[in-house]
């Protein structure tokens, strides 16, 4: 499988501020990533597919200028939350995407450990 | 839409199983199962592809009903460390085959005690 590492691991931050956060592929070049978010006690929301070399698909009510995605190498995806707010406070995942044709055993993602954002 | 999964907890004694049921309203390309500790990431347990190939967990075993678009996670003679939650993540089918996309299900809280 894939490891996948995220950065920071967790982060806290005053009301307006930016924060970006990393996601790398340690091991192999990924073409796909995916961003997620995870309210307490909540599921898995996905906000973005984030390709490589071209501008990341967003999910419907995730704002694509308050969550910027670069995704500018194969191994490295990063999610900005600009403006950060207090409802901003979440779990931010990221996935790896590796495919049967990438020599996956079948589609499978495999995520980071996860970055927690606070929001003061 | 997001889909649901039942039940919403479920305590068991060690070494009593449980289902977890996965619905969707929508059709399925596949279903991948996923265990959440708190504060991880989620850890791949299975994934169900259409047409009825399994792969994954040795002690864990799932089954697909592409109609019904419903999958259902069967853990036997649970352990401690079985405890978490428990996530379907459905992909559907697009142009091509897969979307690649996982739709992440309500979650299902399962606490296995001594």
């Known amino acids: 499988g894939a490891v996948v590492s995220q950065h920071p691991s967790w982060v806290i931050c005053k009301s307006g501020t930016s924060v970006k956060i990393e996601c790398r592929s340690l091991d192999f070049q990924a073409t796909t990533m995916f961003w997620y978010r995870q309210f307490p006690k909540q599921s898995l929301m996905l906000m973005a597919t984030s390709n490589e070399g071209s501008k990341a698909t967003y999910e419907q009510g995730v704002e694509k200028d308050k969550f910027l995605i670069n995704h500018a190498s194969l191994t490295l995806s990063t999610l900005t939350v600009t403006s950060a707010h207090p409802e901003d406070s979440s779990f931010y995942i990221c996935?790896?995407?590796?495919?049967?044709?990438?020599?996956?055993?079948?589609?499978?993602?495999?995520f980071g450990p996860g970055t927690r954002l606070t929001v003061l | 839409q997001q889909p649901v999964q039942s039940p919403q907890a479920v305590i068991l004694r060690e070494g009593e199983d449980a289902v977890i049921n996965c619905s969707s309203s929508?059709?399925?390309?596949?279903v991948h199962w996923y265990r959440q500790k708190h504060g991880e990431a989620p850890v791949f347990l299975m994934i169900l592809l259409k047409g009825g190939e399994q792969k994954g967990h040795e002690k864990i075993s799932a089954s697909f009903n592409e109609k019904k678009q419903q999958s259902s996670l069967y853990l036997t003679a649970s352990q401690l460390s079985y405890s978490g939650t428990y996530f379907c993540g459905t992909e559907r089918g697009g142009i091509g085959g897969a979307t690649n996309k996982l739709i992440f299900g309500t979650g299902t809280l399962l606490a296995v005690q001594p």
């Open positions: 929508k059709a399925l390309y596949s």
């Open positions: 996935s790896v995407y590796l495919g049967l044709a990438g020599g996956g055993r079948y589609n499978e993602q495999f």
